[in-house]
């Protein structure tokens, strides 16, 4: 089944800005285990609470890419940018929509 793996990251003081850039370079190395998207989002609230996403079809996907040469690496040269532990949450996925591109703003009879 599908499924979103969440992982929520918490940057050390003064590295919001370093730790965001570090995630646009990890996470889209998920296409390469499987993942059929991804995102990182970050807080307007608190702007050193970052959410990292990935969609895969298969969670030993997730796992492969968890696990794999360039995450480890990752978070061995930036373990000091974040905050541990980081627990992140598989969770199957349910229903999700979007809207097509012609149907953004166009006015409901």
Known sequence: MAGVVQIPW??????????EAALVEIAPIALRYGATDYEVLRSNDDRYRFFQLGYFER????????????????????????????VYTWCDRVIAGTLAPNDVGEPVS
């Open 59 to 86: 969670k030993a996907d997730w796992e492969r890419y968890w696990y794999g040469r360039e995450f480890v690496d990752w978070r061995a040269d930036h373990s000091s940018w974040f905050q541990v532990p980081v």
């Open 10 to 19: 918490y940057a050390t003081l003064f590295r919001g800005d370093e730790f």
